[in-house]
């Protein structure tokens, strides 16, 4: 295999991206994961800028790294002890240049602007990516769900919505889950949306129930379409999944199906984690023993031991590599949070034999580990491609809202593994006319830039 990375010497060529990104530093400093995706983006999107110098004289980057809106808002609830708790809500509508803001909630407690920021910029090109007519947006708040009763859960969604519905609609913006909220979060925020707005409008969120308007497989979608893309990009580089070891992070809705699908593609799969620490089990996952502790006990991923002995658990040391990358195994699928792997533990899992990364969460690897990985011929698959199964799924399920009707789980799956199929081929085909070999980083970056940059210009200066 050549070596992928061919990006380190478009660095600084051109001098629009130089200032832009100097710029956008400036005027951002406090902002480090935003920083860091924009310094990823522009600094791929070189190539492309040289074929278009009119882009400078309207301003388009600087249009691009200015979210249309921010929306920040207090969030007042009452506890089971009734005390009076106060958290920040988010709504960052990045750019609707291509159809109406649409990304996840994150409820956490480190979320912040940056993050906001950052996740909202990725996914206008993630959308673009799934040519679907979506445009970029991503929200949540700092609250933690965790430890809280199901009644504080539903009162914080309830004021989180009672402020947010003034800014959402089926034609405007519409969330979708994230880290922190999954089908119960979004049950809530719809139940308010809807008395509050005293419409029926199924079409605002995303990842709904089935009974009240959500899509067959948007629970499975973000895994599985990151197994199909994983099985894509290996087959352009002439391996397969059949027989492969995994190590997964994360053990949340993202890491629970790609573990679904990679097993079923024959991938052995010998770890999991959560934030605590991780589970080894050298006969493979037990999938079932998984879901049952996550997604009914809602308890930590040690608890695995109880019901296989065997395997082993290993906790987190804060400031050291996570536990769950010190495994060896063949792909490598962190699906858990940001900037999970850094240089130093791309450099262990090079070592120790990795042949691709896929990436299922958002921004799970620091610019310098992903320089190291497409340097010693890992592959990549980027999360704004690779995990833009999910928002396929949403942009899916508001389809089936608009028409009133509903596809089976085969005929939505299918649908999904068609777009993860096209994804793919629209990050190889971008890669190769740039000159970026087997960089689908850059890839997807331009393949999702094209479309958002030819409707800005044809917006004018907006
Ligand atoms: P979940 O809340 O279902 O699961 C998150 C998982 O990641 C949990 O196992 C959690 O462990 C772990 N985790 C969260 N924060 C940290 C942290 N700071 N350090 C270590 N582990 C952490 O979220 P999702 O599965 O939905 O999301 C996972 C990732 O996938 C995120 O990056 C998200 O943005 C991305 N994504 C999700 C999509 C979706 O459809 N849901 C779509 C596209 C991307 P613990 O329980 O200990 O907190």
């Known amino acids: 295999m050549n070596s992928c990375l061919e990006s380190a010497e478009t660095k ?7 200032r832009v990104i100097e710029e956008t530093k400036a005027k951002n400093a406090n902002e480090p994961e935003f920083l860091q995706t924009v310094e990823e983006v522009l600094t791929t999107l070189a190539p492309v800028i040289d074929k278009h110098p009119e882009y400078e004289k309207i301003a388009l980057l600087e249009r691009l790294v200015e979210p249309e809106r921010i929306i920040s808002f207090r969030v007042p609830w009452l506890n089971d002890k009734g005390e009076t708790i106060v958290n920040r809500g988010y709504r960052i509508q990045f750019s609707g240049a291509i159809g109406p803001y649409k990304g996840g909630l994150r409820f956490h407690p480190s979320v912040n602007q940056s993050i906001m920021k950052f996740l909202a910029f990725e996914q206008i090109f993630k959308n673009s990516l799934t ?35 003034k800014h959402i609609g089926h034609n405007l913006d519409v969330p979708a889950g994230d880290i922190g909220v999954g089908g119960r979060e979004i049950g809530y ?7 509050i707005r005293n419409t029926y409008e199924a079409g605002v969120l995303t990842g709904k129930g089935l009974e009240y308007g959500g899509s067959l497989a948007r629970p499975e979608a973000t895994g599985y379409g990151l197994m199909y893309y994983m099985r894509e ?16 992070s994360g053990s949340g809705n993202v890491a629970i199906y790609a573990c679904q699908k990679a097993q079923a ?16 089990d050298e006969n493979g996952i037990d999938l079932d023993a998984v879901r049952q502790i996550k997604e009914v006990n809602r308890g930590r991923i040690r608890e695995y031991l109880e019901s296989h002995p065997s395997a082993r658990y290993t906790e987190n040391v804060k400031g050291e ?9 063949d792909l490598i699928l962190p699906c858990a949070t940001q900037n999970d792997i850094n240089l130093e533990t791309a450099k262990l899992l090079t070592a120790n034999g990795a042949i691709a990364v896929g990436e299922g969460a958002n921004m799970p690897c620091t610019n310098e580990a992903e320089a190291y990985f497409l340097e010693n011929n890992v ?3 980027p999360a704004k491609a690779a995990n833009a199964g999910g928002v396929s799924v949403s942009a899916l399920e508001m389809s089936q809202n608009s028409m009133r009707y509903s596809w089976t789980f085969e005929e939505v799956d299918q649908k999904l593994d068609s777009i993860m199929v096209n994804i793919f081929k629209a990050c190889k085909d971008a890669a190769d006319e740039y000159g970026y070999g087997k960089n689908y980083i850059a890839g997807a970056n331009i393949a999702g830039f094209l479309k958002v940059a030819k409707a800005m210009v044809s917006q004018g200066i907006i």
């Open 12 to 18: 600084v060529t051109n001098a629009y991206v130089a």
């Open 265 to 280: 593609y024959g991938v052995k799969v010998l770890a999991m984690s959560d934030s605590n620490g991780c589970i080894y």
């Open 131 to 165: 040519s679907l007519p979506i445009g970029g947006g991503k929200g949540g708040s700092d609250f933690d769900p965790k430890g809280k009763s199901d009644n504080e859960i539903m009162r914080f969604c309830q004021s989180f919505m009672t402020e947010l519905c």
């Open 189 to 195: 925020l719809f139940g308010q949306y809807r008395r």
């Open 379 to 381: 592959l990549v698959a």
């Open 321 to 329: 590599t996570p536990a769950v990358y010190t495994i060896k195994a």
């Open 233 to 248: 990009m290996l087959k352009a580089n002439e391996m397969t999944l059949q027989g492969k070891t995994a190590i997964i």
